[in-house]
C-alpha cells in the first residue's frame, strides 16, 4: 500500500518566491499533520486537519504560512513570500483517528532550501 | 508550552553495547510515543505509552514509562548498526490531546 506521498522531495528556491509543498495522505485516513524539521527547533507542528477542517493551526509561524486541505486526500502548504529562515525539512503525516487511537505515518519530507 | 528534553543528544556506541535513552516533561503526559527516523525520511512510530509505570518491549528495546508519567526511557540491549538513527519521543498533555509535541531527539550511531 501507498504511504504518505509528498511532492516535491526537494526544492531549492530565491528569498521572495512562493512556495507549496503537496501531500496525498493515506486513503481512509481522516487526520492530517503538516511538520516543519530543523536543527535547531526539531519537529514541530504547523497544522492539523481533522475531517479536511483545520483543527489546531498554532503552530503555523506567521502569516506567510497556509495550509489547504480541499479533499480527503489532498492538501498544500505553501509559503508566500519565503524566506532563508523557512529552509527546514516538511513533512506531511496521517492518521485513520489524530493522536492517541491510531498510528501517525509520516511521509518522506520535502526539502526546502530559501537562498 | 510543555518541553520535552531528551538526553543524550548524541551517542556513538560499538555493535553489542547497550543504551538508555531518555526523554523528561515538567508536565504530566496524557500518552508518550517513541519513534525512530532514519536519514532521507520521516519518522517511525515504535511504541506507544499510556499507563504509569508501563513497560513494553520490542525485540531488543525496551520501553518504560514512569510511574509519575513525566518521563520515559528506551533501552537497547546488544544494539546493532541497524540501529543507527534518531530517536525521538513524543507527547500529548492533558487538554491538548490535539497536539503531539516531539522532543529534540537523540542520535545513535552504532559501529562495528
Known amino acids: 500500500d501507498a504511504g504518505v506521498i509528498q511532492s516535491p522531495r526537494h526544492e531549492v528556491t530565491e528569498m521572495g518566491q512562493e512556495v507549496t509543498l503537496r501531500c496525498k495522505p493515506i486513503?481512509?485516513?481522516?487526520?492530517l499533520f503538516w511538520y516543519r524539521q530543523t536543527m535547531m527547533r526539531g519537529l514541530e507542528l504547523l497544522i492539523y486537519?481533522?475531517?479536511?477542517?483545520?483543527?489546531?493551526d498554532s503552530g503555523m509561524p506567521e502569516d506567510r504560512f497556509s495550509a489547504k486541505m480541499p479533499n480527503a486526500s489532498f492538501s498544500t502548504l505553501k509559503i508566500q513570500p519565503s524566506e532563508p529562515r523557512d529552509s527546514a525539512v516538511y513533512f506531511c503525516?496521517?492518521?485513520?483517528?489524530?493522536?492517541?487511537?491510531?498510528?501517525?505515518?509520516f511521509g518522506e519530507g520535502s526539502w526546502l532550501t530559501v537562498v | 508550552t510543555q518541553l520535552l528534553e531528551q538526553s543524550p543528544q548524541f551517542l556513538s556506541i560499538q555493535e553489542g553495547e547497550n543504551l538508555t535513552v531518555y526523554c523528561n516533561s515538567s508536565?504530566?503526559?496524557?500518552?508518550l510515543q517513541w519513534y525512530r527516523q532514519e536519514p532521507g525520511e520521516g519518522p517511525v512510530l515504535l511504541v506507544t505509552?499510556?499507563?504509569?509505570?508501563e513497560v513494553k518491549k520490542l525485540k531488543r528495546l525496551t520501553f518504560q514509562f514512569g510511574d509519575a508519567r513525566k518521563d520515559s526511557s528506551l533501552h537497547i540491549t546488544a544494539a546493532q548498526p541497524g540501529d543507527t538513527g534518531l530517536y525521538l519521543c513524543?507527547?500529548?498533555?492533558?487538554?491538548?490531546?490535539?497536539?503531539?509535541?516531539f522532543g529534540t531527539g537523540t542520535r545513535l550511531q552504532v559501529t562495528l
Open positions: 508536565s504530566v503526559f496524557s500518552s
Open positions: 486513503s481512509g485516513h481522516n487526520s
Open positions: 503525516a496521517s492518521s485513520l483517528r489524530g493522536y492517541q487511537e491510531s498510528t501517525i505515518y
Open positions: 486537519f481533522n475531517n479536511n477542517v483545520p483543527i489546531d
Open positions: 505509552v499510556v499507563t504509569g509505570g
Open positions: 513524543a507527547g500529548t498533555f492533558t487538554g491538548t490531546a490535539s497536539k503531539l509535541t
